[in-house]
């Protein structure tokens, strides 16, 4: 799909393939069930039938939080550009009377939607 920015059309293209944390998420549920089996003293073969879900149960969870955090950033992004452009319309509704001139290129960029024009 198409995303105006700054006046410009950009293409985006929609990322669908799975993010590494699972993986990551899944090598580290392996690692604590063979250190757990270390502590104990045990064979890796002691209760067996745990591997496979502690790395579902790992994977999932770091998946989970991964996620969490790309909508926390893109929340804090989404929030850091609302902040910006309230800065400079703040800035542009305290311009005196007589310099509008000066600043009309940052006036028709922020203040006045292109679509009208």
Same mark, same amino acid.
């Given at each position: 799909?198409?995303?105006?920015? /700054?006046?410009?059309?950009?293409?985006? @293209?929609? #990322?669908?393939?799975?993010?590494?944390?699972? $993986?990551?998420? *899944? =090598?580290?549920?392996? =690692?604590?069930? $063979?250190?757990a089996a270390k502590a104990a003293r045990r064979s890796l073969t002691?209760?067996?039938?745990?591997?496979?879900? #502690?790395?579902?149960? =790992?994977?999932?969870?770091?998946? =989970? +939080? %991964?996620?969490?955090?790309? +909508? /926390?950033?893109? %929340? !804090? *992004?989404?929030?850091?550009? @609302?902040?910006?452009? @309230?800065?400079? @319309?703040?800035?542009? %509704?305290?311009?005196?009377?007589?310099?509008?001139?000066?600043?009309? %290129?940052?006036?028709?960029?922020? !203040? $006045?939607?292109?679509?009208? +024009?």
């Amino acid at each position: 799909y198409q995303r105006r920015v /700054h006046g410009e059309s950009v293409k985006l @293209r929609k #990322n669908y393939t799975m993010s590494s944390s699972f $993986v990551w998420g *899944c =090598f580290l549920g392996l =690692f604590i069930r $063979v250190g757990a089996a270390k502590a104990a003293r045990r064979s890796l073969t002691w209760k067996a039938w745990t591997i496979p879900g #502690n790395m579902l149960m =790992f994977g999932t969870a770091s998946s =989970f +939080i %991964d996620w969490l955090r790309r +909508i /926390h950033l893109e %929340d !804090a *992004c989404r929030s850091e550009e @609302r902040a910006e452009l @309230r800065l400079i @319309r703040n800035f542009l %509704d305290s311009v005196p009377a007589g310099e509008e001139e000066q600043y009309k %290129d940052l006036y028709l960029e922020h !203040a $006045v939607n292109p679509q009208r +024009i």
